[in-house]
């Protein structure tokens, strides 16, 4: 999957509200932890703001935009307040940060079936707080690799297209070639967009 580099420079806000669209640009539309894109959820409504670190054990990071994570209202409620103990932390268990590390490479593996399995204690702790193996996370990631592999099909019968406009084809036929290109261009877009591929 990927990590999240932050490039947004916010003015500083007294309220983490403002800060709503500077996120969305920085997590490019999608959940800090499941990586569930808006177009498939349905849109921004079912996002909302989470403190990484959370405000009841680190009120001065309230409004401190770094401290901030765009979230799907699923995962902010699962991971909700919680935080590990300083023993915890010096034992590896502790939430994976996006905004740090790619999650998915360095704390997970991702099984056929869609099964996020840990690869350490910081991948148990996120995964169990997070619950990232819930049903329809299973359900996204598994539908997420078929339509990368369908793609990539289109995008392989789309270079087939192209290299049949370079024989001589008569000027219908290429034009006929050259609208399948577009149609096949159009629909990879479209999905690509939809699942963050």
Not at 101 to 125: A, K, S
Not at 129 to 156: E, G
Request: net charge neutral; with cysteine.
């Amino acid at each position: 999957m990927s990590r999240f580099v932050r490039q947004e420079a916010p003015p500083q806000f007294d309220e983490c509200r403002k800060y709503l669209p500077f996120l969305r640009r920085d997590f490019r539309y999608r959940c800090a932890y499941c990586e569930r894109p808006e177009t498939f959820l349905g849109g921004e409504e079912f996002f909302e703001i989470d403190h990484f670190q959370p405000v009841w054990r680190f009120l001065e990071q309230v409004t401190h935009y770094p401290n901030l994570y765009y979230s799907c209202g699923k995962c902010n409620r699962h991971k909700g307040k919680t935080w590990p103990s300083d023993d915890q932390i010096s034992s590896g268990f502790r939430f994976a940060d996006p905004c740090q590390e790619d999650m998915y490479v360095e704390h997970f593996q991702e099984m056929p079936d869609g099964q996020l399995q840990p690869l350490n204690n910081c991948g148990r702790y996120t995964g169990e707080h997070i619950r990232l193996n819930r049903r329809n996370l299973l359900s996204w990631r598994q539908l997420r690799r078929q339509m990368a592999q369908d793609l990539q099909i289109l995008a392989h019968a789309a270079s087939r297209l192209e290299a049949g406009l370079a024989a001589q084809l008569s000027l219908t036929n290429q034009n006929q070639i050259r609208e399948e290109i577009e149609t096949l261009n159009a629909h990879i877009a479209r999905v690509s967009q939809r699942f963050a591929l």
